[in-house]
Structures are given as structure tokens and as C-alpha cells.
């Protein structure tokens, strides 16, 4: 069956895999959302179900939230968690310094609130999310749909004074509408192209009215493992210095890699 799946999908999977290792019985666990993350909760589902792992998770989506629950995984919420042991999510990049850019599926509200009520976060990635800079991928900022324009506007204005090389910015959509996060607020995607200082960033972009939170995840992540198409994991982690390879097999089972949906 893996051979139906895509290089990328299986680098997505290996690093799901790995990530998985790090979950013990008992933990509160914060569930990330997006492709790789769905990875991740479909090998914690299979622990659960076929190895008797107990866990508690804390989804940060109700895409989530869902599938946690189709898989077996008992969801409860934050506040009921108060605090987690670890938390493991996707990224859209990730740079050196394991600082990140979040928000490509517009959950990085809750992404952010979960991940910094861990003790550890874990980033999972395939190797193309990477990058020396932070900023070719569009950074996405939660904004209130009241005055969105204005505020879009500022933040244009507030872009002049950083260091980036690009300054434009789009609405997300949902189709012919804007698109709506869990929160019910909308996201602007900043067209950054390189973001030079992006704690100064993240800092100047949520001190602005209107703006909820920012996609930069600036010293939140503990340790990022990088999949390859062909089963390699590399697992960095930012406090030990550390960097180790594995190899992955594929293990096939059914309710794995059927119809993923995410
Ligand atoms: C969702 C996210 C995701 O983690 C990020 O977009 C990566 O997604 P994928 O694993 O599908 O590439 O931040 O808001």
C-alpha cells in the first residue's frame, strides 16, 4: 500500500512515525492540525487500539478534533488539560534556530495557545519546509473580521519600518468568501518574501488592534524531526544541540493508510 503513497506523503509519515516514539502512557498530548499532523494522529489512533496506549489529547482544530476522535484518541479540551506534557505539529517552514512559520491551515491561534502550554513541542516536516530564512512562505496573521481592512492597512503601513523584502498581503478565501478560522476570525497572509528579524516581527505585528496572533513561533519549538521520501529521519533538538538519524520501515496496516482525508 505504500506505494500508492507520494514521496512527500511518506516523508510526512516517517516523521509522524518517529514522533510518535515520544508519547508514554498517561501523557496530555497537544494534537496539531494539517497534513503531517493527521499523520501523527492516525499512528497514535493504531497505538491506542492496538497497543493500550492511554493518552489524553488536545486537538487544535475541530479538523482535528475529528479525526482524533474517528481514530480513538479521547479528546478533551485545554481547559480540562490545564497544561500538557508535549505537543507535536506540522509547519510550513522551519528555520536553524527551530523557529517556525505556522498557519497554512489557519489554525495557528490554538496551535500557538496549545504549543506554549507544553513542556515540549515537537515539529514534524518533510525536509522542503526547511529554510535558511523564514519568509517565502506567506505569514499568516488571525485578524477580527471588524475593521479587517484597516487593519490590513496598518499592517502594510507597520511592514515599511521591518526587515522584509515584501509588503503586500492577501485575505485567505474560502471559496467566493473569507475564509473563517475555528475562532471565527479571518487571516491575512503576508507576502514577506524574507522575514530578517522575525522576534521583531512577531512582537511589533501583536502589538497592533485588530490582530489576534501571528504565525511566527519564535523559541516554542524543542525539537524538529525531518522525514525523506526513502524512510530517513533526522531529529534535531535545539536544547541538547543534538542531531540523530534513523530509518523508518513502512509498516502497512490498513486502517493506517486508508483514506487519510487532510
Ligand atoms: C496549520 C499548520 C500546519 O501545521 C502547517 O500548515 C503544515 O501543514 P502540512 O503538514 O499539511 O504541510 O500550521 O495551521
Given at each position: 500500500m505504500s506505494g500508492e503513497l507520494s514521496p512527500i506523503d511518506k516523508a510526512k509519515f516517517v516523521a509522524a512515525r518517529r514522533a510518535a516514539d515520544f508519547v508514554e502512557d498517561g501523557m496530555r498530548v497537544g494534537l496539531g492540525t494539517g497534513s503531517t499532523a493527521a499523520w501523527l494522529v492516525r499512528c497514535l489512533g493504531e497505538m491506542v487500539r492496538e497497543e493500550g496506549l492511554r493518552i489524553k489529547g488536545v486537538p487544535t482544530s475541530t479538523r482535528t478534533a475529528e479525526l482524533a476522535r474517528d481514530v480513538g484518541i479521547d479528546v478533551i479540551s485545554l481547559d480540562e488539560a490545564k497544561w500538557l506534557d508535549l505537543t507535536i505539529d506540522g509547519a510550513d517552514e522551519f528555520d536553524g534556530d527551530l523557529n517556525l512559520i505556522k498557519g497554512g491551515g489557519g489554525a495557528l491561534l490554538q496551535e500557538k495557545i496549545v504549543a506554549t502550554a507544553s513542556d515540549q513541542m515537537i515539529v514534524i516536516a518533510d525536509a522542503?519546509?526547511?529554510?535558511?530564512?523564514?519568509?517565502a512562505f506567506p505569514l499568516p496573521i488571525e485578524v477580527i473580521p471588524f475593521g479587517w481592512q484597516t487593519t490590513q492597512a496598518l499592517v502594510e503601513e507597520t511592514l515599511i519600518s521591518m526587515d522584509v523584502l515584501g509588503r503586500s498581503s492577501t485575505l485567505r478565501m474560502n471559496n467566493d468568501r473569507p475564509f473563517m478560522t475555528d475562532e471565527g476570525n479571518h487571516i491575512l497572509d503576508l507576502h514577506l518574501k524574507r522575514i530578517g528579524n522575525p522576534r521583531q516581527l512577531a512582537l511589533v505585528l501583536n502589538q497592533m488592534p485588530g490582530v489576534v496572533e501571528n504565525g511566527l513561533f519564535i523559541d516554542i519549538c524543542d525539537i524538529v524531526i525531518v522525514g525523506f521520501g526513502d524512510g530517513r529521519v533526522e531529529l534535531r533538538d535545539i536544547n541538547k544541540g543534538t542531531v540523530e538519524h534513523d530509518r523508518l520501515d513502512f509498516v502497512e496496516t490498513d486502517n493506517l493508510f486508508t483514506d487519510l482525508g487532510d
Open positions: 522542503g519546509k526547511e529554510v535558511e530564512t523564514l519568509g
